[in-house]
């Protein structure tokens, strides 16, 4: 899951650095890799979240002082801040990229998540659904504040100290609210873990509402999905009926890919997805490193578009190339990693 995650996101931030000739956002294409996007960040939030929960609940169970949780906590934290600010200076917007170097992204959003981690195992399920389902109502509580308006390079800019934090919290790229929906719902995924029949329920109600969502888009004659704009589904800002969508196709792939591994079965492609892993446990790496392509790749075409065939070849080609790096990666040289960084600064606070 992480590993499909990551690549996905390296393919829909391929396609916005390298778009083809002619493909408009409107056009079947552009719908196509867009959706891809769409469901990369909430998944790779939501399988974060559920990392983050499953290894902070195990440090609950060994029974972490204050001080042990400090030594855990800070290396993720101050790992995650510097490869934030890492991506914002490799595609920054003075070298034809698209984050100021100052901005809150997805990374500090995990960030943030790791430091409720150890406030998150101490809550029952109950507690976290509901907070989950506040977060999931959160664009219609915040309204205009959310900022529905703001174009692409106002979104990652923050003029002062008060917008900077407005970023974070509810009109940034990946803001707070609503975005820790995602790892609040990786918490209760894991919870549920051993449970798939309630998880499917929760799937079925999940793709009513989605129909639903498609139904008010054909009566209301809006576009269902656009990343920002009049749109029942908008990922900037995330609405309402994005989380649902999102959240419900996220249950609905672990499902899929699952089979029967939660009671003691095989997995439903048993060992044929194995070859992902190596590129899941380098997810951060991955998600770091091919900002650094991009940004190359950004100042190399200098704002030109290639024909559809060469950029879909070389969006298609950087996406699958991961794969096999990740996989010599593992076998040649698995200390030269941020997992890697992060297990060693791990390990020296003990």
């Known amino acids: 899951m992480r590993a499909i995650a990551v690549l996905c996101m390296v ?3 391929t396609a916005a650095i390298l778009p083809p000739k002619g493909i408009t956002v409107g056009h079947p294409a552009a719908f196509v890799a867009a959706a891809f996007g769409g469901m990369a960040a909430p998944m790779f939030v939501t399988i974060s979240g559920w990392g983050m929960y499953h290894s902070a609940r195990r440090r609950d169970d060994e029974g972490y002082s204050s ?3 400090m030594r855990w ?9 510097l490869c934030q600010l890492l991506v914002n200076l490799l595609l920054n917007v003075e070298r034809g990229g698209r984050f100021e170097w100052h901005t809150p ?3 500090t959003l995990l960030a943030i998540a790791a430091m409720l981690a150890p406030l998150l195992v101490r809550m029952s399920i109950a507690h976290r659904t509901a907070l989950m389902l506040l977060m999931g109502i959160s664009p219609l509580l915040l309204g205009n504040a959310t900022s529905p308006d703001l174009g692409w390079y106002e ?7 008060s917008e900077w934090i407005s970023r974070l919290l509810w009109n940034g790229t990946y803001p707070m609210l609503p975005w820790l929906f995602y790892v609040f719902l990786g918490t209760v995924i894991h919870d549920l873990g051993n449970q798939p029949r309630i998880r499917e329920r929760n799937i079925a109600i999940g ?3 989605t129909t639903a969502t498609v139904f008010v888009a054909v009566v209301e004659e809006v576009d269902w999905a656009l990343t920002s704009g009049e749109a029942v589904l908008t990922f900037f800002p995330a609405s309402m009926p994005f989380l649902i969508v999102s959240g419900t196709m996220v249950m609905l792939t672990m499902r899929l890919l699952e089979g029967e591994e939660a009671t003691g079965g095989d997995p439903s492609t048993g060992e044929r997805l194995a070859f992902l892993e190596p590129a899941g446990r380098l997810s951060l790496t991955i998600y770091v490193a091919h900002f650094a392509v991009l940004g190359v790749a950004a100042i190399a075409i200098d704002g030109a ?4 065939v060469p950029a879909f070849a070389v969006t298609i080609g950087h996406t699958l190339a991961w794969i096999p790096i990740a996989v010599a990666h593992e076998r040649y040289t698995p200390n030269l990693s941020f997992e890697s960084l992060l297990g060693r600064l791990s390990q020296s606070g003990r």
Do not use: M
């Not at 906590?73 to 801040?81: E, F, G, K, T």
């Not at 578009?305 to 559809?308: A, G, H, K, T, Y």
């Open 11 to 13: 393919e829909v931030h």
């Open 67 to 69: 001080a042990d949780w």
């Open 73 to 81: 906590l800070l290396p993720r934290v101050s790992v995650l801040a």
């Open 105 to 107: 992204g997805v990374l």
């Open 155 to 161: 979104r990652v800019d923050a003029d002062g100290v």
């Open 207 to 209: 793709l009513l509402a």
């Open 305 to 308: 578009r290639l024909d559809i």
